[in-house]
């Protein structure tokens, strides 16, 4: 019968019958240990919620609470919107069992985190079986234990013989043995042959990995059409994008509907990509996103001129965005002279015959997350862009002109497409840079 967890209150009483010097020596080991040395969250909450319950405060361990005292978050935090705090301490309950299950640790003070709470748990390690029961004999010497038991102490050497029903058992024991070693070499050549090895991963798997195998949810960013970037704060990520006064009901709500059509398709299927991988993401405008939420998983941005988050993160990339004398241009860092995809901000829309975009998939050294982008001069760019995200056809077109180990590099590209009709056509990759 499984054993119900522990209240708090019992928690705390097992954490006030051991030395709190002894807790805390153990909490210093599993801190410099790699399994936490390497991340800034887990040792921060781990530390946090040991010393709060040594310190008889464990019934104050709340999400809310943590979230604010460990990650910083303001005191109307939504925890639903924000899990930081619930993904953090699945990932240090995961790290504590990896870190006890190595045998180096036998003897060690235990601290765990129960599922379901935020307030540790602290015993002592139990003893091995090995130290607490003998190993018991072996089949064989009860056989000639119990043989020699039943051999007369008068007989002479030469007539000493094993019983004959000892003799059965020990062909009946050999018999069975190999009758089940069949069944059992049978059974394994049968399944190894019945479950082929799983395919290879797809392009499209490869391209996603750095998102999908990320602990934390991905962030998709949205540009606002509506909105008046500031660009001179371009370069500093903690700038807000909005205006920090409170907007009134109605000019929010005239404003709530502001995202461009492509845009939201290109949302839509590349979402698809995580939802059938079972992948958790938000979904955020541009002017509502902070950096301390980027910087807490993967990152999708959408959109460029009216995203700033995209203006941030290419910037310093080789291809990116500009706007100089009403001419919106896609430019070469290195190869400013021969630049030449650009569009004139006053051109009609019904005139517009090509746009370009940059697909990239990278990892940010600002935020420190992993960044995949879709990003083009106009709405159009932008689902040409998109397409190469989740259609393997013109996926495949990007990576024939990438090195073979472009999966395990940073990768951007310049997308071209003919727009007809205020419709995108195929995308066609211009140029490409791995690093």
């Given amino acids: 019968m499984p054993v119900a967890p522990k209240s708090t209150q019992e928690l705390e009483q097992t954490a006030s019958a051991l030395d709190p010097a002894a807790v805390r020596e153990q909490l210093e080991r599993l801190l410099i240990h790699p399994l936490f040395a390497n991340s800034k969250r887990y040792p921060a909450l781990l530390a946090y919620v040991v ?52 045998v180096a640790r036998e003897g060690e003070l235990i601290i765990e985190l129960p599922i379901g709470s935020y307030v540790p748990a602290f015993r002592l390690p139990e003893l091995r079986v090995s130290d607490r029961i003998p190993d018991p004999p072996s089949s064989s010497d009860t056989v000639e234990t119990v043989a020699e038991a039943s051999i007369p ?177 896609l430019v070469d860092r290195k190869s400013p002279q021969a630049t030449s995809w650009a569009t004139a901000w006053d051109l009609p829309y019904e005139k517009l015959a090509r746009d370009y975009a940059i697909v990239a998939r990278i990892h940010d050294a600002t935020t420190g997350q992993p960044v995949i982008i879709a990003a083009g001069i106009s709405e159009e760019g932008t689902e040409a862009a998109g397409e190469i995200l989740y259609n393997p056809e013109y996926l495949d077109s990007l990576i024939a002109k990438l090195p073979p180990d472009w999966d395990k590099k940073n990768l951007e590209a310049v997308i071209e497409t003919q727009v007809i009709q205020g419709h995108s056509g195929p995308p066609n990759v211009l140029a490409v840079e791995t690093w």
Wanted: charged share 20%.
């Fill in 51 to 102: 010393e709060q319950t040594l310190l008889g405060n464990a019934s104050d361990l709340k999400e809310r609470s943590i979230g604010i005292e460990v990650f910083g978050r303001s005191p109307s935090y939504d925890a639903n919107a924000d899990p930081v705090v619930r993904i953090t301490a699945g990932e240090v309950r995961k790290r504590l069992s990896q870190y006890y299950y190595d």
């Fill in 153 to 329: 102490a008068s007989l002479p050497p030469a007539e000493v013989r094993p019983a004959p029903s000892l003799w059965r058992l020990r062909w009946l024991v050999a018999a069975l043995f190999v009758v089940l070693s069949g069944a059992l070499g049978l059974g394994i050549g049968l399944r190894y042959h019945a479950e082929p090895p799983p395919p290879p991963p797809s392009n499209i798997d490869r391209f996603w990995e750095p998102v999908t195998s990320s602990a934390n949810p991905a962030t998709f960013c949205l540009g606002e059409p509506a909105k008046n970037l500031d660009t001179d704060s371009i370069n500093d990520y903690e700038a807000p994008v909005s205006k920090p006064q409170p907007e009134k009901l109605y000019v929010r709500l005239h404003y709530s509907g502001n995202l461009a059509l492509a845009d939201v398709i290109t949302l839509t299927r590349t979402a698809a990509a995580l939802e059938i991988r079972h992948k958790t993401f938000r979904v955020l405008p541009a002017s509502e996103a902070s950096f301390a939420q980027l910087r807490e998983g993967p990152i999708v941005l959408i959109g460029a001129f009216d995203n700033i988050w995209t203006l941030r993160v290419t910037q310093r990339l080789r291809f990116g965005f500009e706007s100089k004398n009403g001419v919106a241009s």
